[in-house]
């Protein structure tokens, strides 16, 4: 449940969601009254014109969309959805948007052809806020208005990105930091190089969960969000990510990147409540270490 609001003056519903969540769409209104999304007073209410009272207290429900679980495509699990946010556990060896080679084994299709369903009309679609290499598993958040879009990924600097990664060998620490400055060497690979004005400051911290024989599971939080920067950072302090043959890793035990992207905590570009979403480290990957 989104947090509620007082109706401090007579009016109709829907003129009431349009002026107290002035950042949803129209449309995004509508939709919460079709799919039983509004709560007046403990009730669910679909009329646009219900008449509301001073004192009356609305809010608006999050869970009538996919439920929790649902899965679609290639092994895309859904772990929340409401008119403004897509939240999925993506599955590993799955690109996020297509490339040159590959057109329809992406997130963003498979996805948006299950907002479509049926409806070859239906111009529905989800907006890319972030990516997770194809070889990573994990939380991902999709906009479904481009307006949730731009809230989204302006605050995106605030929000918790949490991975686990088993990586090779062990960190002498058990909790640090990474720091340096990356760069892109060609449009696959990047290095830590000393910084110029085309280099990218990049920060990861690190905490040792288990320690196992030759392996180690390691969380890693986000200060900052460069591409391959985990990987990159692991590999400088000489215990790449298993299966990461790219940066340096001898093994590949799991048939897989052993990189997972665990918990995201963000602000709801509608409502503004406090949002985390987890996924456990999948089977393959907890028993390595």
Partial sequence: MHKPRTVDQ???LLSYLFANWPTAKKKQVRTWLKHQAVVVNGRVVTQFNHPLKPGDIVAIRSDRFAVPGTV???????CFEDAAL???DKPPD???IASEAEQEKTVYFQLTEYLRGNDVHSRERVWIVHRLDRETSGIMVFAKTPQAKGLLQTGWDKAEKRYQAVIEGSL?????TFRSYLDETDPFRVISVPRTPTT???VTHYRVLKRGKGRTLVELTLETGRRHQIRVHLADAG???VGDKKYGAKTNPAKRLGLHSWSLLLLHPISGEEHRFESELPTDLARLV
């Fill in 172 to 176: 002498p620490n058990d909790k640090g």
């Fill in 72 to 78: 679609v495509g290639d092994d895309i699990r859904i």
């Fill in 94 to 96: 799955l690109l996020t």
């Fill in 239 to 241: 215990c790449p990510i």
């Fill in 10 to 12: 007579p009016a109709e």
């Fill in 200 to 202: 990218r400051h990049a």
């Fill in 86 to 88: 897509l939240v999925i």
